[in-house]
């Protein structure tokens, strides 16, 4: 019980802390203006990734960095929220008197409250969750989160950065912005709390973004609630610690930013480094989500651009923010092109991807066959939700360039076309280059606030604006929030269900390992010499002492590795001779990856072609490890795992 209060606790320190950090920002960028709670939050979040980068770049990640970092923001927080006192304790006290008067909103400010703090307490403690069942998971993903993500936030702790990593292919996936947010944690905590940061804290910001939205643009209290409520009941497609909410509420807060007619009088400047900075963090937090990142930003200042009369000063905000994103994303990129051979995969190069050696799950389709799966990422009533509302907006929120009138709460980048627009266009995009490989998974993290968005648009007062076109855009969100809340009701149910056992499970003082595995592991290690290079396929690497050897992560063999490339397909000989060329004579292995989850019947319906190869890749692996450990002496053996001196023959 102790501990999980700990740890629910920290959690909302970590929150404040962001806050901090962002009220940091609307001081020095916008001194004239007090940013709402959830807005200083998402900023404080962007600046804490920028921060992130510079510290990878340096080597100086550690404890001490992280807590005085976090410590800094959440005194400024704190020192902030006791000088706004009176104004915080007036607005509870309306927001209570009037809920004291209607029961319906006293009843959905209940639910909200009740929902809010069931899904953030069941994200304090997760555990381990079957492959099988991971679509919508309670736990941690045993392939991509035990063989890398939670390996990354421990060698930044260790190492002072991320380290070379160029046999990880999911090393190359991410800039390394989400796993530096995961050493917000284990700084603190265990493994087990790292879903705390997304989705737990990242649900929290997302609200109060829709929250500071109502409050600049007015709306029944019904209303909001109606709104937030439709975010509640959304179930996360989880399948792993990679990004899903935290771009949710970055999203939403771009759009807020460009979005808010302040944004005109302010310097453009600051309009330029806040953009930029929003837009940079979601780059680095995962690759799928820059094409709708770039979108937005290309849109938004296209649209500005046309209707703005100094137009000027839109291309030296463009110019400036442009650059900027550069900038905040330099550190990022050295340190992928150090681990991985590319600034950024693949835009910048496919660096030590197994694609630049010629493997590839795309099997050169033709211009029909890319139209196909074009039109087949608008499949789901997500798109159809999507594309509804984003027409239905255009009527209340007309393309009408030029001077705004001043009933108008909005600015003239027409921030809700460019976040229509790119969900819409990167959702196509994401979809071609995964050949719709779980397309929903991959598309929520831009699809979801997207449609947030136009709802909540919906669910506000529009004063002069035609009434029959704000009454069907009303309409037409209710019905698509039903649609969308009921189209997934079995599985949100079964979400909640899980936060319940996720609590349940907290209160025990979980470990994600056993002490028998700890000590396997240290021994194991121990059996290596000091200092040597070891290639890992291992069950648990994230429990290693990366300080001790330079160890690598095989996550999916043969999806990277150094020049010329891993040979696949070509015996355990050719694999022995290509490791030990690249100075690395031990492999670690657990028999667990010989029952691996990716090992399954490649030849089986339904299989799409990237997860079919890189099933393959890991069958080859498999069988060659097997093979050489009948030839190469075993340094260590312990019926799970064992290590594979590749330069001595076994006797």
């Given at each position: 019980m102790i501990s999980y209060l700990i740890s629910f606790s920290w959690g909302i320190c970590l929150l404040l802390s962001l806050t901090g950090w962002g009220k940091v920002l609307n001081h020095i960028l916008f001194p004239n203006q007090r940013i709402d709670w959830g807005q200083r939050a998402a900023w404080g979040l962007a600046f804490s990734v920028l921060i992130g980068g510079i510290l990878n770049a340096t080597r100086t990640i550690s404890q001490t960095t992280i807590l005085f970092f976090l410590g800094l923001g959440l005194i400024y927080c704190l020192v902030d929220l006791v000088n706004h006192r009176q104004s915080i304790a007036t607005n509870l006290s309306q927001l209570f008197?009037?809920?004291?008067?209607?029961?319906?909103?006293?009843?959905?400010l209940a639910t909200v409250s009740i929902l809010i703090l069931i899904q953030y307490a069941g994200w304090i403690y997760t555990g381990r969750v079957n492959f099988a069942n991971m679509v919508y998971a309670d736990g941690f993903n045993t392939s991509d989160d035990y063989h890398a993500y939670l390996v990354f936030p421990h060698k930044m702790l260790q190492l002072g950065s991320m380290g070379l990593e160029p046999f990880s292919e999911r090393r190359m996936i991410s800039l390394g912005g989400q796993s530096f947010l995961h050493t917000f944690i284990v700084s603190v905590l265990s493994d087990t709390n790292l879903n705390i940061i997304d989705p737990g804290l990242a649900l929290i910001i997302t609200v109060g973004l829709i929250i500071g939205f109502?409050?600049?643009?007015p709306a029944s209290t019904r209303r909001v609630i109606f709104t937030i409520l439709f975010v509640l009941l959304i179930a996360v497609p989880k399948a792993n610690s990679t990004s899903m909410m935290l771009p949710v509420a970055l999203f939403v807060s771009l759009f807020r930013t460009l979005d808010s007619k302040e944004i005109e009088r302010n310097s453009w400047v600051s309009n330029a480094c806040i953009i930029a900075l929003i837009s940079a963090a979601l780059c680095t937090l995962k690759s799928s989500l820059i094409p709708a990142s770039a979108i937005v930003f290309a849109v938004s200042y296209l649209c500005y651009f046309i209707s703005s009369h100094t137009k000027l000063k839109v291309v030296w905000e463009f110019g400036l923010a442009t650059v900027l994103v550069g900038i905040f994303l330099l550190p990022w990129m050295i340190s992928l092109y150090q681990s991985s051979g590319t600034l950024l995969y693949p835009l910048l190069g496919k660096g030590y991807h197994a694609s630049a050696y010629g493997i590839t799950f795309k099997s050169g389709s033709s211009l029909l066959g890319t139209v196909k799966?074009?039109?087949?990422?608008?499949?789901?009533?997500?798109i159809f939700v999507l594309i509804l509302l984003g027409c239905l907006s255009l009527s209340v929120r007309p393309l009408k360039f030029g001077n705004l009138p001043e009933e108008r709460s909005f600015s003239n980048r027409q921030a809700a076309l460019s976040m229509t627009v790119a969900a819409g266009l990167a959702t196509v995009a994401v979809g071609v280059l995964t050949e719709n490989a779980d397309p929903f998974r991959y598309s929520f993290s831009h699809l979801f606030p997207a449609i947030i968005i136009l709802i909540t648009i919906a669910m506000t007062d529009t004063g002069a604006f035609n009434k029959n076109k704000v009454a069907n855009f009303f309409i037409a969100a209710v019905f698509c929030a039903g649609l969308a809340i009921s189209y997934d009701w079995d599985i949100t149910k079964q979400t909640y269900s899980a936060y319940v056992k996720n609590i349940q499970f907290g209160l025990t003082n979980p470990s994600l390992l056993s002490a028998k595995q700890k000590s396997q592991y240290a021994a194991l290690q121990q059996s290596i010499p000091q200092g040597e290079t070891v290639l890992t396929r291992?069950?648990?690497?994230?429990?290693?002492d990366f300080k001790r050897n330079q160890i690598f992560l095989a996550d999916w063999p043969g999806g990277a590795s150094l020049p010329p490339g891993m040979p696949v397909f070509k015996g355990p000989e050719a694999l022995a001779t290509y490791l030990v060329s690249q100075s690395i004579r031990y492999i670690a292995y657990s028999s667990w990856?010989?029952?691996?989850?990716?090992?399954v019947d490649t030849s089986g319906p339904g299989l799409s072609s990237w997860f079919r190869l890189q099933s393959q890749l890991s069958h080859d692996f498999r069988d060659n490890v097997q093979q050489l450990a009948k030839t190469r002496k075993k340094l260590y053996e312990d019926g799970e795992n064992f290590v594979l001196d590749l330069g001595v023959q076994s006797k």
């Amino acid at each position: 019980m102790i501990s999980y209060l700990i740890s629910f606790s920290w959690g909302i320190c970590l929150l404040l802390s962001l806050t901090g950090w962002g009220k940091v920002l609307n001081h020095i960028l916008f001194p004239n203006q007090r940013i709402d709670w959830g807005q200083r939050a998402a900023w404080g979040l962007a600046f804490s990734v920028l921060i992130g980068g510079i510290l990878n770049a340096t080597r100086t990640i550690s404890q001490t960095t992280i807590l005085f970092f976090l410590g800094l923001g959440l005194i400024y927080c704190l020192v902030d929220l006791v000088n706004h006192r009176q104004s915080i304790a007036t607005n509870l006290s309306q927001l209570f008197q009037e809920s004291r008067k209607d029961k319906i909103i006293l009843a959905g400010l209940a639910t909200v409250s009740i929902l809010i703090l069931i899904q953030y307490a069941g994200w304090i403690y997760t555990g381990r969750v079957n492959f099988a069942n991971m679509v919508y998971a309670d736990g941690f993903n045993t392939s991509d989160d035990y063989h890398a993500y939670l390996v990354f936030p421990h060698k930044m702790l260790q190492l002072g950065s991320m380290g070379l990593e160029p046999f990880s292919e999911r090393r190359m996936i991410s800039l390394g912005g989400q796993s530096f947010l995961h050493t917000f944690i284990v700084s603190v905590l265990s493994d087990t709390n790292l879903n705390i940061i997304d989705p737990g804290l990242a649900l929290i910001i997302t609200v109060g973004l829709i929250i500071g939205f109502f409050h600049k643009n007015p709306a029944s209290t019904r209303r909001v609630i109606f709104t937030i409520l439709f975010v509640l009941l959304i179930a996360v497609p989880k399948a792993n610690s990679t990004s899903m909410m935290l771009p949710v509420a970055l999203f939403v807060s771009l759009f807020r930013t460009l979005d808010s007619k302040e944004i005109e009088r302010n310097s453009w400047v600051s309009n330029a480094c806040i953009i930029a900075l929003i837009s940079a963090a979601l780059c680095t937090l995962k690759s799928s989500l820059i094409p709708a990142s770039a979108i937005v930003f290309a849109v938004s200042y296209l649209c500005y651009f046309i209707s703005s009369h100094t137009k000027l000063k839109v291309v030296w905000e463009f110019g400036l923010a442009t650059v900027l994103v550069g900038i905040f994303l330099l550190p990022w990129m050295i340190s992928l092109y150090q681990s991985s051979g590319t600034l950024l995969y693949p835009l910048l190069g496919k660096g030590y991807h197994a694609s630049a050696y010629g493997i590839t799950f795309k099997s050169g389709s033709s211009l029909l066959g890319t139209v196909k799966t074009a039109l087949a990422a608008f499949r789901g009533i997500y798109i159809f939700v999507l594309i509804l509302l984003g027409c239905l907006s255009l009527s209340v929120r007309p393309l009408k360039f030029g001077n705004l009138p001043e009933e108008r709460s909005f600015s003239n980048r027409q921030a809700a076309l460019s976040m229509t627009v790119a969900a819409g266009l990167a959702t196509v995009a994401v979809g071609v280059l995964t050949e719709n490989a779980d397309p929903f998974r991959y598309s929520f993290s831009h699809l979801f606030p997207a449609i947030i968005i136009l709802i909540t648009i919906a669910m506000t007062d529009t004063g002069a604006f035609n009434k029959n076109k704000v009454a069907n855009f009303f309409i037409a969100a209710v019905f698509c929030a039903g649609l969308a809340i009921s189209y997934d009701w079995d599985i949100t149910k079964q979400t909640y269900s899980a936060y319940v056992k996720n609590i349940q499970f907290g209160l025990t003082n979980p470990s994600l390992l056993s002490a028998k595995q700890k000590s396997q592991y240290a021994a194991l290690q121990q059996s290596i010499p000091q200092g040597e290079t070891v290639l890992t396929r291992l069950d648990a690497p994230f429990i290693l002492d990366f300080k001790r050897n330079q160890i690598f992560l095989a996550d999916w063999p043969g999806g990277a590795s150094l020049p010329p490339g891993m040979p696949v397909f070509k015996g355990p000989e050719a694999l022995a001779t290509y490791l030990v060329s690249q100075s690395i004579r031990y492999i670690a292995y657990s028999s667990w990856s010989l029952n691996h989850p990716a090992d399954v019947d490649t030849s089986g319906p339904g299989l799409s072609s990237w997860f079919r190869l890189q099933s393959q890749l890991s069958h080859d692996f498999r069988d060659n490890v097997q093979q050489l450990a009948k030839t190469r002496k075993k340094l260590y053996e312990d019926g799970e795992n064992f290590v594979l001196d590749l330069g001595v023959q076994s006797k």
